[in-house]
């Protein structure tokens, strides 16, 4: 098992330029979240996914859109990026049972000039 | 809003001390969570405490909840440089069992 992987691991954009970050997970876990980490911020919930075709805002959303086309795969996209949105991303997998903890990918670092 | 605020933010021990980092939420939840980054990596799941009194242990670090008093603390004993990396906890929140987490504790174990 490779557990959940996310696509690029760094990545340098010009203000303006659009860009997909992929997540992937082989556990077949229902749900999927995407996070940023900024320094001294701790992680900020962007969006999440409950299951295949749902989508549903987290705590930061705006200047980011997501999809879940497939089970395993969560896409979180930047139309227009912006020099704020310049952190290093996460996305996290989890079980639907009660006990299920989230299991975090490698993360993907984003530079946004 | 919930929050969850975690103190200290850094912290700097010596080898063989003993030390607590202390996570505060403000609203009510039965799950917490500790998880440990090291830098530039991921983070990586350390304890799931389910309900008042909960206490877990693993090797040098214990974790306890008081889900009346909507505080965590995780235990340190007798430090060693391993140990060394950033400590964040989560709270369960709301549907979808999302986490929101502290801003974590920074923790150097020096010689």
């Known amino acids: 098992n490779a557990g959940v992987t996310q696509t690029p691991k760094f990545r340098v954009l010009k203000t303006g330029q659009s860009m997909t970050l992929l997540c992937a997970q082989d556990?077949?876990?229902?749900?999927m979240y995407w996070y940023r980490q900024d320094p001294g911020m701790g992680l900020r919930l962007i969006h999440y996914?409950?299951?295949?075709?749902?989508?549903a805002k987290g705590e930061v959303p705006d200047g980011y859109n997501v999809s879940r086309l497939k089970k395993q795969n969560f896409l979180l996209g930047l139309e227009s990026a912006a020099p704020s949105q310049t952190s290093v991303y996460f996305c996290?997998?989890?079980?639907?049972?009660?006990?299920?903890?989230?299991?975090f990918g490698p993360g993907t670092r984003l530079l946004v000039l | 809003e919930l929050k969850v605020e975690q103190n200290p933010l850094f912290l700097s021990m010596q080898e063989g001390k003993n030390y607590t980092i202390y996570c505060n939420y403000s609203?009510?939840?039965?799950?917490l969570y500790w998880y440990r980054q090291d830098p530039g990596k991921s983070l990586e799941s350390l304890f799931v405490?389910?309900?008042?009194?909960a206490v877990k242990q693993e090797g040098r670090l214990m974790a306890s909840l008081d889900t009346k008093a909507r505080l965590s603390t995780l235990h340190i004993t007798a430090a060693v440089h391993d140990l060394s990396a950033t400590y964040f906890c989560?709270?369960?929140?709301?549907?979808?069992?999302?986490?929101?987490f502290g801003t974590g504790t920074r923790l150097q174990v020096t010689l």
């Open positions: 996290a997998s989890r079980p639907p049972e009660a006990l299920g903890t989230q299991y």
């Open positions: 989560a709270v369960l929140t709301g549907t979808a069992s999302k986490l929101t």
């Open positions: 405490l389910l309900s008042n009194g």
């Open positions: 996914s409950v299951g295949e075709g749902t989508t």
């Open positions: 556990m077949n876990h229902e749900y």
């Open positions: 609203t009510t939840s039965d799950r």
